[in-house]
């Protein structure tokens, strides 16, 4: 018996906006009366609404007759106006389950043109709508399946299981009823939930999918794929690929191993405390003891959610015999043990005893290199496996024979095609340890080694004083988080316990996805009895460190060491596998866990006398391996000053998307820039030589010199932060949630928290994550400069001076981050180095006889170029005009305006004037003027130890005024004169910078811009 459905084609349902109608054509199909003799024939039309309670307005019209309301109450139809022209009549049974019946009668055996209206007479939102029209009531009634979402990807560590679920919507106008799946599912799949699966039309309900991955992945990606259909009874033969109407599903379980490396920075810095204090070998105090903490928890939470899943390793930097390379190695990559099986690892690298300087480079060659590389270098390993780089470091390369960039792609790196971490699919996490002025992190290179990996990798940075020790364990863990277990964490993860405090809670809520757990906390001061961790379970049962691992307790490993306590839950006690409760009792232990911290009321001090416990800052953490994830994402891999950050929350629950759930972002950025406040100091000479000599015997470059001394000269970065909340909005309705941060002049840390609360089948959950990021700094044509002294035929000196378009600063080793790229073609140039005030100089050598030009790119992105001025070209002026030197010249040692005459070609380094604070200088020729011409006119200035502006202008012999060809930030730069054959007897420069005293207040020696020089391109006799 036929049927028709609608709308058509059926690809996905009708959307009526909310208060909206809509008619549509629908086809007539008839059969016999209901009841029998009623009518000549009778057509069946049965309408279903997906969701909401407000029933909707149905309508209908015959040709070009009237719509009519269809109601309970029988009503008469016409095809037009004329009452002749009676076709039948019209009524509406009642249904449940939003689904409404209507029989059309008809008088006599006619064929007409039909149009169904529909009125959506819910207010506040849009309605879905199918409908059947047949020939009988029992043929309306037809399912339509929507199956979402319609791709289920697995990610399933070897040995692992993980079931996820699609969820079947009915939105037909008849019961759904799966049966079965066709083709039969690959091996490893399994369908979680019974058959048949009936859903009622504008019912959903869930369908689980099992995946049991195998011991090892399959050749040749890891990936086992399958497409499904779900098959109904009756059929929906209407069904297809559409996301609106669909009944297949594809399945793609991806098995991994774990492969995770540990490279750690033991350089001599290392030895000694935050502060960069030299402390005694082996002190708990020092910078090598808070990592070993820190990796020894690390290497506990690994053992726990990856034992028997993957391998690991453990290398250090540099090597501890340089004549020896396998002393690079602590763990060669060995599998991932039980948390009892981790002692062997955690004493390799307690027993380290740091020295030397720090070859970053040598170290990722050990690791990476072919020949001793930790990473699988089969296609498979490459393909399948989770590779994750765990590189943590104090200071910046300043060593060894390989430099960090050899293993990132090109233009920002060096890696030739197949052997950069991105190509071999290994994914950096890279943790910079660094107080400001105690240590010398470059964390523009640890960002581009992680923006150059699989992924974009991870950054993160341990820089607050006094908590460095828990903030480096913080960072490990979020290693472990980004790699290997989607966790749940505590917003605010910091605490403060007080002397006399008798306990301190902290609630976590664990739910049935949750499958294993681990509750952590940790804390500064090296006291192995500092705090003390108990832990109160939804039965309110305690757990202690003495009665985990026992009794109740087996399903609990209690870790502990000098700055941390941790608890590790297997699944079935969580689950309460086994466990039969008291009556009443539920035997899960799903719900809010509590921590309970206490410390003792006087820890005595070391000699034995009365205790100084006054404080103690601890963090405490929740990581879980869960059905219910929050995964982060950002919208670009690197962000430069000004880019506006879009943050995504993707939020499923076993697969499904989670949606309706409040999410928040709340970002944490800098109020200002460490690199622009360094490079603007003046810092006196006796402050850098007392620096220079403190890290005489550290690996310290001239960049942490300055920091040091610009502590010692009283300067102090200011370190706040802006907190900034945002909601995050589904705008999809699809369980991924976005908001867009758009402050982001200032460059360096950003930290983005997104918190997410809901309920899911009435189990409320909360579920947090974190994402950092340094924010670059991208040099805009219009900002930065190029500055060229030429010192002699053929040698110049060249000063670059990049900024971006808010006038930040850069301030990086050019030898070591990748993308810095200054070239001149036909010239030599030397090492170009780093000034430490945001300039880097170059001595350039050239054929006299030619020009050269210099291009600067960064990134592989040309940013300026500038052509050597022609010296031997160039006519200069003979005469001062007028000289106003501007004001408190009194110190002023180069304030003889003649200094500024004749040509710069061998002029001595020293013979400039200074022009003073607002002063102006005015030169001319004897017997010519300036001619109209390109690159007419050239300023040379010489440079000061800050970039000082000035203007240029010519004076119009035809206008008898002063025109200003332009103004520069006090680099050496070439004006045009404007206009057609300009005269201009004379030229003007006038010092804007105003600067006329040192950050002491001094007066300076060279106020205002220093003049070398005047060139011009052409001159004739005056007329």
């Known amino acids: 018996m036929p049927f028709a459905v609608f709308p058509d084609p059926p690809t996905a349902p009708l959307t009526v906006a909310a208060g909206d109608i809509t008619f549509t054509p629908i086809s007539q199909l008839t059969g016999p009366s209901v009841p029998a003799g009623a009518y000549v024939k009778m057509m069946f039309i049965r309408v279903a609404m997906a969701g909401g309670s407000s029933p909707p307005e149905l309508f209908i019209k015959a040709g070009t007759g009237a719509e009519v309301k269809i109601t309970a109450l029988t009503t008469a139809v016409f095809r037009s106006d004329d009452l002749a022209d009676y076709v039948g009549d019209v009524q509406q049974l009642s249904e449940s389950g939003n689904v409404y019946r209507i029989r059309m009668g008809f008088d006599k055996d006619t ?218 190695d602590l763990v060669r990559m060995t599998a991932i043990p039980q948390p009892d099986g981790t002692a062997t690892a955690k004493t390799a690298v307690a027993q380290v005893v740091p020295d030397g300087g720090t070859p970053m480079g040598d170290g990722l060659d050990r690791v990476l290199a072919p020949a001793t590389s930790y990473f699988g270098s089969d296609a498979l390993s490459v393909a399948a496996n989770r590779r994750w780089l765990v590189l943590m470091s104090d200071g910046a390369h300043n060593s060894g024979t390989h430099m960090p960039m050899e293993f990132v792609a090109p233009p920002t ?19 910079g340890y660094g107080i400001e002025g105690f240590t010398d992190v470059n964390h523009v290179l640890l960002k581009q080694l992680c923006s150059g990996s699989a992924g974009g990798g991870q950054h993160r940075a341990v820089d607050e004083e006094g908590t460095t020790a828990t903030g480096l364990a913080a960072a490990l863990r979020d290693a472990l988080k980004s790699g290997l277990a989607p966790t749940a964490s505590p917003k605010d993860p910091n605490g403060l316990f007080l002397a006399g405090t ?25 006291d192995q009895a500092r705090l003390r961790l108990e832990l109160l379970t939804p039965l309110q049962e305690r757990i202690t460190p003495e009665t985990a691992g026992s009794g109740n307790f087996g399903g609990v490993t209690f870790r502990g060491d000098n700055r941390s306590q941790s608890y590790l839950i297997d699944p079935g006690f969580l689950s309460g596998e086994g466990r039969t409760g008291p009556a009443g009792q539920a035997s899960t232990r799903y719900g809010t866990w509590t921590l309970v911290i206490t410390a003792p009321a006087d820890i005595p001090a070391p000699d034995g006398g009365p205790g100084d416990f006054r404080a103690e800052k601890y963090t405490y953490d929740a990581l879980v391996d869960s059905a219910l994830e929050v995964s982060l994402g950002m919208d670009k891999t690197d962000y430069f ?89 589904d705008e999809e309705g699809t369980g991924v949630y976005s908001a867009t941060f758009t402050n982001t002049q200032t460059p360096e840390h950003y930290t983005f928290y997104v918190t997410a609360t809901g309920t899911i089948d009435g189990i409320d959950f909360r579920r947090e994550a974190k994402q950092e990021t340094y924010v670059l700094v991208q040099p805009d044509p219009d900002h930065t400069r190029i500055d060229i002294q030429q010192t002699g035929p053929g040698v110049a000196k060249v000063t670059l001076i990049p900024r971006d378009r808010f006038g930040n600063v850069m301030m990086i080793d050019p030898q070591v981050v990748g993308g810095f790229g200054l070239t001149a073609t036909g010239t030599e140039h030397g090492e170009i180095v780093s000034q430490l005030d945001g300039t880097y100089t170059t001595v350039v050598r050239h054929d006299p006889a030619v020009e050269p030009t210099i291009d600067f790119s960064f990134d592989g992105v040309p940013v300026t170029k500038v052509k050597f001025p022609p010296l031997r070209e160039l006519h200069y002026p003979n005469r001062v005009i007028t000289f106003d030197p501007g004001v408190l010249t009194t110190n002023n040692t180069h304030g003889n305006s003649e200094a500024v005459l ?15 604070g607002g002063g102006q200088l005015v030169v001319g020729f004897d017997g010519d003027v300036v001619l109209e011409g390109s690159e007419d006119v050239t300023v040379f200035v010489r440079p000061d130890t800050d970039l000082r502006a000035y203007r240029v202008e010519a004076f119009s012999q035809e206008d008898q005024e002063w025109v200003s060809l332009g103004e520069s930030t006090g680099v050496t730069e070439t004006f045009e004169l404007p206009g057609n054959n300009m005269k201009s007897p004379a030229l003007r420069v006038t010092d804007i910078s105003g600067r006329t005293r040192d950050s002491d207040l001094n007066p300076l020696a060279t106020p205002g811009v220093s003049l070398r020089g005047i060139g011009v391109r052409k001159t004739s006799e005056v007329q």
């Open 641 to 729: 000053a000004g880019d506006p950050i879009t943050i995504s929350a993707r939020l499923t629950a076993a697969g499904m998307p989670v949606t309706g759930a409040s999410v928040s972002l709340s970002t944490s950025a800098p109020t200002q820039s460490m690199a622009n406040w360094l490079s603007a100091l003046d810092i006196p000479a006796e402050a850098m030589e007392q620096a220079q000599t403190q890290l005489d015997d550290l690996d310290a470059t001239p960049t942490l010199v300055k920091k040091r001394a610009a502590k010692l000269a009283g300067f102090s970065f200011d370190h706040t932060t802006r907190d900034v909340s945002l909601q995050m909005t």
């Open 502 to 526: 008798p306990e301190v809670r902290h609630e976590v809520l664990l739910n049935q996805f949750d499958r294993r757990a681990a509750l952590v906390i940790n804390w500064n001061t090296p």
């Open 111 to 328: 064929t007409e043109e039909w149009q169904l209206g529909i009125r959506n007479k819910d207010l506040s939102a849009a309605r879905e709508f199918t409908w059947v029209v047949a020939d009988s009531e029992a043929e309306t009634a037809q399912p339509w399946i929507v199956v979402s979402p319609a791709d289920h990807a697995f990610r399933v560590l070897t040995g692992d299981s993980l079931e996820q679920r699609v969820q079947v919507s009915n939105k037909g106008t008849g019961p759904l009823i799966i049966t079965s799946v066709a083709p039969a599912l690959p091996a490893g799949f399994t369908l979680g939930s019974p058959l048949p699966l009936t859903v009622p039309p504008s019912g959903t309900a869930p369908l689980a999918i099992k995946f049991d991955a195998p011991g090892a992945p399959p050749a040749p990606d890891g990936k086992i794929k399958a497409m499904v259909a779900l098959t109904a009874t009756p059929p929906d033969t209407t069904a297809s690929s559409s996301a609106g109407h669909n009944q297949k599903v594809s399945l793609t379980a991806t098995v991994q191993r774990l492969e995770v490396v540990l490279l750690l920075d033991a350089s001599g810095s290392m030895a000694s405390d935050a502060q960069g204090e030299f402390v005694p070998q082996g002190s708990p105090d020092s910078r090598w003891s808070e990592l070993s903490s820190a990796t020894s928890q690390f290497l506990d939470l690994l053992a726990h959610f990856g034992a028997a899943r993957g391998s690991f390793g453990i290398a250090r930097f540099p090597a501890a015999d340089p004549n020896n390379a396998a002393t690079f």
């Open 413 to 431: 790196g060096t890696a030739p095609p197949g052997t950069s971490l991105a190509d071999r699919n290994i994914s950096m996490f890279a943790v």
């Open 902 to 916: 004749g040509t710069v070609h061998d002029k001595s380094p020293d013979a400039f004037v200074a022009l003073g």
